[in-house]
C-alpha cells in the first residue's frame, strides 16, 4: 500500500513569521535559531532546519475532532514560505528517527499504534494503510511525543 505524507499547510502559520519575539509570546509561540541539525524538524516541509534558520516553537492541534484522542501539542515550522510537503516518498530528514506509527479511523479514534524507524517504519506504515478500518496515520517522534505528520494512503 502507497503511503502519502503531508506537512502541515503554511497557511495558520504565516501570520506569525516576523512577528517581535513579544507579541509571538502573547500567542504561546518562541523563536529559536537552529543550532544543529538534525534537531528543529519543520512541521510544514518535513526537513529539519538548518543551523542559522529561525523556527518557531508553538502549540498545534494536530486532532481536532470531538473524541478522547483530541490532541495538541509543540511542534516547529520554519519561518518562511515553504510549501507543504506531500510526497510518496519519506522525506529524507525523517528516515533515521523513531517514530510512533498511530492508526485512526474515520472518527478519529485510535485503534491501533506501534513504535519503529526505517525499513520497519515504512512497513508498519504499508501494513496499517492496508487495513480498510484505518482511515488515516500520524506520526509522532516517539522519544518527545511531538506530531510529525499525517500519513494517508498515496
Excluded: N, W
Excluded at 76 to 96: C, I, K, N, Q, W
Amino acid at each position: 500500500m502507497q503511503a502519502r505524507y503531508l506537512g502541515l499547510e503554511p497557511a495558520p502559520f504565516r501570520k506569525l513569521f516576523g512577528l517581535p519575539d513579544e507579541v509571538l509570546a502573547r500567542h504561546g509561540a518562541i523563536r529559536i535559531v537552529a543550532d544543529s541539525k538534525p534537531g528543529f524538524p519543520c512541521r510544514i516541509t518535513l526537513r529539519d532546519a538548518e543551523p542559522g534558520d529561525t523556527v518557531l516553537l508553538l502549540t498545534h492541534q494536530h486532532l481536532a475532532g470531538e473524541t478522547p484522542y483530541r490532541s495538541s501539542g509543540p511542534i516547529f515550522v520554519r519561518e518562511g514560505d515553504g510549501g507543504a510537503y506531500a510526497g510518496t516518498d519519506l522525506p529524507p530528514d525523517m528516515v533515521s528517527r523513531l517514530y510512533s506509527v498511530r492508526a485512526y479511523d474515520h472518527a478519529e479514534m485510535m485503534i491501533d499504534a506501534e513504535v519503529a524507524e526505517g525499513e520497519a517504519l515504512t512497513r508498519t506504515i504499508a501494513r496499517y494503510l492496508g487495513r480498510d478500518e484505518v482511515a488515516f496515520l500520524h506520526l509522532h517522534h516517539a522519544r518527545r511525543g511531538c506530531f510529525a505528520c499525517r500519513v494517508e494512503r498515496g
